[in-house]
């Protein structure tokens, strides 16, 4: 299927807890702004941004099929499977025994898995197929370098 991704390595992200330095004061993005106070907290990924930890599992994304949403190959999803999918939600869902990372959208009686790229079409699941949405992707971590 020219839409799928590989999960590569799945983890669950209760084995990668670790409190990190956090500087709660804003990064700016333009000129720097005047010395502040730096109050620094912990942040620990897990904490903080799961909420369903026996539910959660990171995935290495493969494919440019949502390149066009900033989802690139290489990138990790964060992917919650105690979550409801919802129309519009971004999903990996498994299609006829193969992953594919896409948007969720139902229409009428009809669902169907949308990309973000122009050279790839929507999945509409037919009748007969083998479908289960397998989580809600949360969030995207890219890497910048």
Request: hydrophobic share 40%; glycine share 6%.
């Amino acid at each position: 299927m020219e839409n799928s991704i590989t999960l590569l390595s799945l983890y669950n992200p209760l084995c990668s807890s670790l409190p990190l330095p956090f500087f709660d004061f804003g990064v700016r993005a333009g000129f720097p702004s005047p010395a502040q106070d730096f109050a620094e907290h912990t942040l620990d990924f897990t904490r903080d941004f799961v909420p369903h930890p026996e539910a959660t599992f990171y995935a290495r994304v493969r494919g440019d099929s949502m390149k066009d949403e900033g989802i690139h190959d290489g990138d990790i999803a964060v992917i919650d499977k105690a979550v409801e999918p919802k129309h519009g939600h971004l999903v990996v869902a498994m299609i006829n025994g193969e992953f594919t990372l896409k948007r969720f959208h139902r229409k009428a009686n009809r669902i169907f898995l949308m990309p973000a790229n122009p050279t790839f079409k929507p999945i509409e699941i037919q009748e007969g197929d083998e479908f289960t949405v397998w989580g809600v992707v949360r969030m995207i971590l890219k890497s910048t370098i």
